[in-house]
């Protein structure tokens, strides 16, 4: 961890999840501020850069993955993780690619969270899966993987997938399958 500065955006668009998660980092010592949008954060980061970020991947408006370079920018040293409950590889690359120090599924515990913040960067943030992914698993990974290749075009993403689009849109829809 940041020696000294415990200051923390929390930035998500689930108000339970966000009051839940700042009461929780809060009596684990970090000075938590939160935000409900990826626009809201940046402006509250503008003014006082934190140490820690917690950003949902997937957000009305400005999305998360929009907002981790605009956040790295303001401060080099700012340890970002990615929360997301649509978890896949080709989405835990981009965030990394981006400026994320980690990347975690959710749900995600308080305790998984600081242990993610704390880890050096490079560290696996996501747990190599002992079995191979399921078929479905595989498909879901390359489904997310050609949507991030066409800046979530979900129409360019089903041409690309010689899918219909409304096909494509049935199967984001789903939460992925397990590994």
Known sequence: MHEGSRDLLLVDDDDTLRRVLSR???????????????????AMARADPPAYAVVDLKMTGMSGLALVPQLRALRTDMRIL????????????????LGATHYLAKPADPNEIIAALGRA????????????LSVDRL?????QKVLAEHDGNISATARALKMHRRTLQRKLAKKPVPR
């Open 24 to 42: 929780a980092l809060g009596r684990r010592g970090f000075c938590v501020r939160s935000a409900s949008s990826g626009e809201e954060a940046l």
């Open 82 to 97: 990615v929360l997301t409950g649509y978890a896949s590889i080709a989405t835990a690359v981009e965030a990394i690619k």
């Open 121 to 132: 960067s490079g560290d696996p943030a996501l747990p190599v899966a002992a079995e191979p």
């Open 139 to 143: 498909e879901w990974e390359h489904i």
